[in-house]
């Protein structure tokens, strides 16, 4: 995915709320935290449950899987607690006239 494409509106999504889109890119989460939209990888790299329908936020940088109780870093997708060792992918992510548009993956 090389542009941006719009996921959904911002009111779809309301803050403290986890929803997934469909994109080019695959199947991303998309969580509104503490001000801000973060968009990740649905799928958890432990066993593939999705974020979106079995995750929670923990704070405002943090969503569990609740399947096996992994935390990922919202910001960089880092796993800050097992069973999952690898990370999710983070999307670049901007919010025009209302809408949430989601980028590139960005590289570390």
Do not use: N
Request: hydrophobic share 35%.
């Amino acid at each position: 995915m090389e542009e941006f494409v719009r996921a959904g509106s911002i009111a779809e999504i309301p803050e403290g709320e986890l929803r997934a889109f469909e994109l080019p890119a695959g199947r991303v989460c998309l969580a509104h935290s503490g001000g801000e939209v973060y968009a990740v990888g649905d799928e958890c790299t432990h066993q593939g449950c999705s974020l979106a329908e079995d995750g929670e936020l923990k704070d405002d940088e943090t969503i569990e899987c609740v399947c096996h109780g992994s935390l990922f870093d919202l910001s960089t997708g880092e796993p800050t607690r097992g069973p999952a060792m690898d990370p999710l992918p983070v999307f670049q992510v901007r919010i025009t006239d209302g809408w949430v548009e989601v980028g590139p993956p960005i590289e570390e």
